[in-house]
T-cell receptor, first 115, second 117 residues
Framework: DTGVSQDPRHKITKRGQNVTFRCDPISEHNRLYWYRQTLGQGPEFLTYFQNEAQLEKSRLLSDRFSAERPKGSFSTLEIQRTEQGDSAMYLC?????????????FGSGTRLTVV | DQQVKQNSPSLSVQEGRISILNCDYTNSMFDYFLWYKKYPAEGPTFLISISSIKDKNEDGRFTVFLNKSAKHLSLHIVPSQPGDSAVYFCAASARSSGSSNTGKLIFGQGTTLQVKP
């Protein structure tokens, strides 16, 4: 078990371009979470999946953001028509149902810079 | 509306002394509280948690205290070590009405701890 993997680690994109990030959770974890962290702030919840079902989305997740978790394994987060305000660290985490209170396992994140 | 607040952006302590990190919250529906540690270029790492039905939880050098009447929790690190230097986040989770806890966490802004040798 190598933990939660996120790819890429860094992404620089021009404003208006689309970007997609990937998260591979710990294999036996059925819950997967996406968070966004900006400088000087704590992580902010974006969305979460239980298996392949997306059960909650934050109002932070505008129509330009979409997340999927096909087959309940890896997940992708896509941002369409990126804006400079989208520049942030995007964190993925996973846990098993009912044991999240022992803490999620976070990945190292994808740092997005929109220029 | 910042439901979880860490009002001290930074804290500096001497190695071997106690570090006390504080966190305040506003939502009385929070039923679990967690502390995470984050090193640069890494994701947050879980440290310790506490249920709202308890007032103290201890794990080695780390102890979390919860004061529900004051809506305040604190993390004590004794003794502090240089390797503890990191950003510490307080987080809380609430049970959704009529359902189990989803595990969605609300984080504070973080406190940067520096432990000097």
């Amino acid at each position: 078990d190598t933990g939660v993997s996120q790819d890429p680690r860094h992404k620089i994109t021009k404003r208006g371009q689309n970007v997609t990030f990937r998260c591979d959770p710990i294999s036996e974890h059925n819950r997967l979470y996406w968070y966004r962290q900006t400088l000087g702030q704590g992580p902010e919840f974006l969305t979460y999946f239980q298996n392949e079902a997306q059960l909650e989305k934050s109002r932070l997740l505008s129509d330009r953001f979409s997340a999927e978790r096909p087959k309940g394994s890896f997940s992708t987060l896509e941002i369409q028509r990126t804006e400079q305000g989208d520049s942030a660290m995007y964190l993925c985490a996973s846990s098993s149902t009912g044991v999240w209170n022992y803490g999620y396992t976070f990945g190292s994140g994808t740092r997005l810079t929109v220029v | 509306d910042q439901q979880v607040k860490q009002n001290s952006p930074s804290l500096s302590v001497q190695e071997g002394r106690i570090s006390i990190l504080n966190c305040d919250y506003t939502n009385s529906m929070f039923d679990y509280f967690l502390w995470y540690k984050k090193y640069p270029a890494e994701g947050p790492t879980f440290l310790i948690s506490i249920s709202s039905i308890k007032d103290k939880n201890e794990d080695g050098r780390f102890t979390v205290f919860l004061n529900k009447s004051a809506k305040h929790l604190s993390l004590h690190i004794v003794p502090s070590q240089p390797g503890d230097s990191a950003v510490y986040f307080c987080a809380a989770s609430a049970r959704s009405s009529g359902s189990s806890n989803t595990g969605k966490l609300i984080f504070g802004q973080g406190t940067t701890l520096q432990v000097k040798p």
